[in-house]
């Protein structure tokens, strides 16, 4: 599937969109489904950030969240869909700050699906709290 260079695009051949994350290579941009299979806070760079494991039986890529320590709605077991350019960081691929949408409870997701203002005003209230903010300091060292 490919997906055509935009209007006034420097763009000499067409960008491939990869379906599958056993196909996805670096630089190549990615529109792929699974399940995530794993879910870490980490720190790059010294701020925060989290990582989902997502996988499709093809593969596994991270969808890594820069600033946050979780996403609201996703976590281990929950389908999702995410989108973006794929990169390679500790020899593994990943997709910074993807597009992403949670797949419905019907479809073995045990995540809600979250209303994006209420997830901005929850994460605005969890990066408020001193105490989550040690925590987020000590697991960052």
């Known amino acids: ?8 695009s420097s763009a000499d051949r ?16 990615v529109d792929v489904s699974g399940m995530i299979c794993s ?4 720190g790059i760079g010294g701020a925060p950030a989290c990582s989902y494991t997502l996988a499709d039986g093809t593969g596994q890529l991270d969808l890594l969240f820069l600033g946050r320590i979780q996403v ?3 976590e281990n077991g929950c389908r999702c869909r995410a989108e973006g350019m794929v990169a390679i960081r500790d020899d593994r691929h990943v997709i910074w700050n993807p597009r992403y949408r949670i797949e419905p409870a ?9 209303d994006g203002d209420r997830t901005k005003r929850r994460i605005l209230a969890v ?3 001193p105490a989550l903010a040690g925590q987020i300091r000590d697991s960052l060292r």
């Open 72 to 74: 609201p709605g996703l």
């Open 1 to 8: 599937m490919t997906d055509a260079a935009s209007p006034g």
């Open 127 to 129: 990066s408020r709290s």
């Open 39 to 42: 879910v870490r806070v980490l």
């Open 106 to 114: 019907d479809r073995a997701c045990s995540a809600p699906v979250v």
């Open 14 to 29: 067409p960008r491939f969109v990869v379906m599958s994350i056993g196909e996805a290579s670096p630089q190549v941009r």
